[in-house]
């Protein structure tokens, strides 16, 4: 089952009439499903699709532009929708001008991406080359390290919270500086935001790997022994073959790391709710419904900057999954 | 045998990570296990004196654990259940049939599912907050905090990636197996259901333990579309136990440890199914 991932490609290609195994088959399919379905049939699978695609779009899709409608919008919540004010562009500019809170909590959006991008991934492909080898508990190793995937966010920041702590936490006893000066990992606004992300990158290595560790099995050994017989060594086989034939697994892991990136709230939210050097734009984005302040509008706004910045991403990513789909 | 040196370095230095990824929870397990005496007067950096499940105990009855499990398995299996199910009726019909629509509908789903929650969250709240529901199915009279209203998002967001993973794996299995049913008499329905399905067996596996630990970790779609606290499941509940029942650090501990058990136990016996899941699908939600 491993090795699909980083192979989607080669999943579509599967019914890519261009493929050279399955080009009889697809034709005959296109020509002959279209009009043989009896109208029972039609319905039974008009309600097979339908139903779920309903329920996606109107609980994720509908509150989706409903966000970039209101974004235009000054509403407090009270009243119906008559109640509504139009504004035009009035919340971002002010968001952008006047707001506050805004500019850090964009900056710690993008160092918690570039943070991620950088760490995790780093550590997750070395890792993923050094497992990728017939080894002695090669299994025992890989499962301690994909251990902390499974814990969500929101715990992570409980059980780091142990290990941050001044005077009780590990990392001061181990320091040394628990007695005399305690650094307050957490609660310092300059450094906190780096010690939050230390305990997020602990969880999204073991990811990364696994998805480094899949894209590498399905890489044909064949090239490799090419390499070696022409004389490169390890990192040169690494860097000129293996590296490249990773492509569409860096693709996966750029996208997954910067949805993890945008997505991140749970874990600054157990801290310390997103405050005093935690701002993040999902936390401004939910101190709007669940916080002191109800803007709807607002909030909004903040949402639709959050989606802007993830579209780039999203659109690059359906454009290399659905590439070869369109075609076939 | 003989010893290489070089693989010597790698299994320390491969032991040693290892080690470091799993010293928070060994550190939270050993707090864990001493008593808040023993803390207390020598700091949570020395020996224990003695080593006790009592903490356990304790969050377990105190915070009433039981309820907030109770709580996210009412919440957890129905979406599990739902989701897999809309989830490959959709990957069934685009990946067997030929419309013209089905990049389209596979794109609004792939794409749906890796939009940042926060975008959707607000007009959800507003949204949750004008249908109503009979007082026996809520007792907010809404969708807003009602475990149905949770189950909805959950199915709803989550579909996006489990339609995407089963339609690639749909796509591999033989046309002429459908065919031939078809030829007996079966209508698509019973395609789907008596001759698809059962295929699809390893990926429904492998993604009901990962949908399993992501609805079972979700934190922000409970934390607002609940506003009672004692309706929340488990993972969002944490932030209100905390400090109101586990009133010091090894509670605490115990309690963070006893939530984190339901996804350690799935993955210790399940880690095939979710690795495998992963590596299927390759996209988050």
């Not at chain 2, 389209?104 to 004008?130: D, E, H, I, K, S």
Request: proline share 5%; with cysteine.
């Amino acid at each position: 089952m491993s090795g699909v991932t980083v192979v989607q490609d080669k999943a579509f290609g599967g019914t890519d009439p261009g493929g050279a195994a399955a080009s009889p088959p697809p034709r005959r399919r296109t020509r002959r499903r279209a009009t043989a379905l009896p109208s029972g049939d039609k319905l039974v699978l008009a309600l097979m699709l339908g139903v779920p695609s309903l329920v996606h779009v109107l609980f994720v899709w509908v509150p989706s532009l409903g966000s970039v409608a209101l974004s235009f919008s000054s509403w407090d919540g009270i009243g119906g929708f008559e109640d509504i004010e139009w504004v035009g562009f009035q919340n971002y500019v002010d968001i952008f001008t006047r707001y506050p809170r805004f500019w850090p909590a964009l900056q710690h959006n993008l160092i918690w991406l570039a943070f991620l991008l950088v760490v995790p991934t780093v550590a997750g492909l070395l890792l993923a080359v050094l497992l990728d080898r017939q080894l002695r508990f090669g299994r025992l190793y890989q499962s301690a390290l994909y251990l902390p995937m499974v814990l969500s966010l929101a715990l992570v920041g409980f059980i780091w919270q142990l290990i941050y702590q001044p005077e009780q936490g590990l990392l001061n006893n181990l320091l040394g500086t628990a007695e005399t000066n305690p650094t307050n990992w957490l609660g310092d606004p300059d450094i906190n935001l780096y010690a939050v992300l230390v305990a997020a990158a602990w969880r999204h290595t073991g990811y990364i790997m696994l998805l480094y560790l899949a894209g590498l099995k399905s890489v044909d050994p064949a090239l490799k022994e090419a390499a070696a017989l022409d004389g490169a060594n390890a990192f040169q086989t690494f860097t000129r073959v293996t590296f490249p034939v990773l492509k569409p697994v860096n693709i996966v892991v750029l996208v997954v790391t910067v949805i993890e990136a945008l997505r991140a709230f749970d874990i600054v939210y157990v801290v310390n709710k997103g405050r005093n050097g935690l701002e993040l734009l999902s936390v401004l984005v939910t101190d709007n419904i669940i916080g002191e302040s109800s803007r709807i509008g607002w909030g909004s706004a903040l949402a639709v900057i959050l989606l802007l910045i993830s579209l780039g991403f999203i659109i690059t990513y359906l454009f290399q999954v659905f590439r070869k789909e369109e075609r076939a | 045998m003989k010893i290489r040196p070089g693989r010597v370095v790698l299994h320390v230095f491969l032991a040693t990570t290892c080690l470091v990824t799993l010293a928070p929870l060994l550190w939270a397990l050993y707090a864990s296990l001493r008593t808040y005496d023993d803390t207390n007067r020598n700091g949570y950096f020395s020996w224990a004196e003695n080593l006790t499940l009592e903490n356990f105990g304790n969050a377990w009855t105190q915070a009433d654990l039981p309820h907030y499990y109770l709580n996210t398995l009412l919440i957890t299996v129905p979406a599990l259940v739902l989701v897999l199910l809309l989830s490959s009726m959709v990957a069934y019909g685009v990946s067997r049939f030929s419309f013209k629509f089905n990049i389209a509908l596979l794109m609004l789903f792939t794409a749906g599912n890796l939009l940042p929650q926060q975008v959707v969250v607000t007009p959800l709240y507003r949204l949750y907050l004008l249908i109503e529901l009979p007082d026996w199915m809520s007792e907010s009279g809404l969708l807003l905090d009602s475990q149905l209203g949770l189950v909805l998002i959950h199915v709803a967001f989550q579909s996006g990636f489990c339609v995407f993973v089963l339609s690639n794996y749909m796509k591999t299995i033989p046309h002429e197996l459908g065919e031939a049913a078809r030829v007996d008499g079966a209508g698509v329905f019973r395609q789907y259901w008596q001759v698809i399905l059962p295929l699809c067996r390893p990926a429904l596996a492998a993604l009901a333990t990962l949908e399993f630990t992501w609805i079972y970790n979700d934190f922000l779609w409970a934390l607002v579309l609940i506003q009672t606290g004692d309706k929340m499941p488990i993972t969002s509940a944490l932030q209100n136990l905390k400090g109101t029942f586990f009133t010091d650090n090894n509670l605490m501990a115990a309690g963070s440890l006893l939530v984190a058990l339901p996804t350690l136990v799935v993955f210790f016996v399940l880690q095939r199914q979710f690795v495998g899941g992963l590596t299927l699908g390759s996209t988050k939600g």
